[in-house]
């Protein structure tokens, strides 16, 4: 069964500084999507950025940045310039593209990210 | 579009009764999504639907859940005998019909406190 660890609990950035979000996970096979999203306090689960096993070259939307290291099984966060509407948890997660699991997204326990003005 | 909708948003209920809760997923997406979230975890998956037909299940999903898509359009999640323990955060998500990669869109969930 595939699993994902996000080993850091909580995590605070200041304002414009960079802060990266570690995710690791397992899994036997070798195409996958991984995804990392955000759930501010209002509660509703927001796709920050997703990134499918099979391209090489990481993902990146604005701000948001990942790499993926598919041998270390390893998809860490990178948030640039660090806003104070970033605060919120962040969940990393996984999808199989086979069989009848292909609907079930994994997710890890979360990062709470704070953002210092 | 609208977004995923969910109601009640919270819902506190005596142990022993049972509880209902309503999805309406984005219009055309003929995938829907329930999870469910505990304080201080990530949320973990009960069941999904393709339209009206429910594909899979967890185990986490105990005899005493239900859930159904009649149309498949909305969708119910129903708790019957409810327990302390199934106090938490109910999510529905909802995509296209899945080409692998598809972004699943949550709603903001239905909280549930059982006392």
């Known amino acids: 069964a595939q699993t994902v660890t996000q080993s850091q609990p909580e995590m605070s950035v200041q304002e414009a500084e960079t802060v990266t979000l570690s995710c690791t996970y397992d899994t036997s096979e070798s195409d996958y999507y991984l995804f990392w999203y955000k759930q501010p306090p209002s509660r509703q689960m927001i796709l920050v950025i997703r990134q499918e096993a099979y391209k090489q070259q990481n993902a990146t939307e604005n701000r948001f940045s990942v790499n993926f290291q598919k041998a270390a099984k390893s998809f860490s966060l990178k948030i640039s310039d660090s806003q104070l509407g970033d605060a919120a948890m962040y969940f990393c997660a996984y999808r199989t593209t086979w069989g009848g699991s292909q609907g079930n997204l994994i997710f890890g326990k979360g990062t709470k990210l704070s953002v210092k003005p | 579009d609208t977004g995923v909708s969910q109601n009640p948003r919270h819902k506190i209920t005596k142990r022993g009764q049972n509880v209902t809760f309503r999805c309406d997923p984005i219009?055309?997406?003929?995938?829907l999504y329930w999870y469910r979230q505990t304080l201080g975890q990530g949320p973990e998956f009960l069941t999904y639907f393709q339209n009206e037909a429910q594909l899979e299940k967890s185990r986490l999903l105990s005899d005493r859940f239900s859930a159904e898509r009649p149309k498949g359009s909305f969708s119910t999640l129903e708790i019957q005998r409810t327990e302390q323990g199934d106090s938490a955060m109910y999510l529905c998500?909802?995509?296209?019909?899945?080409?692998?990669?598809?972004?699943?869109?949550f709603g903001e969930g239905s909280w549930l406190t059982v006392v």
């Open positions: 219009s055309e997406h003929n995938r």
């Open positions: 998500a909802s995509s296209p019909s899945l080409i692998s990669g598809n972004t699943i869109y």
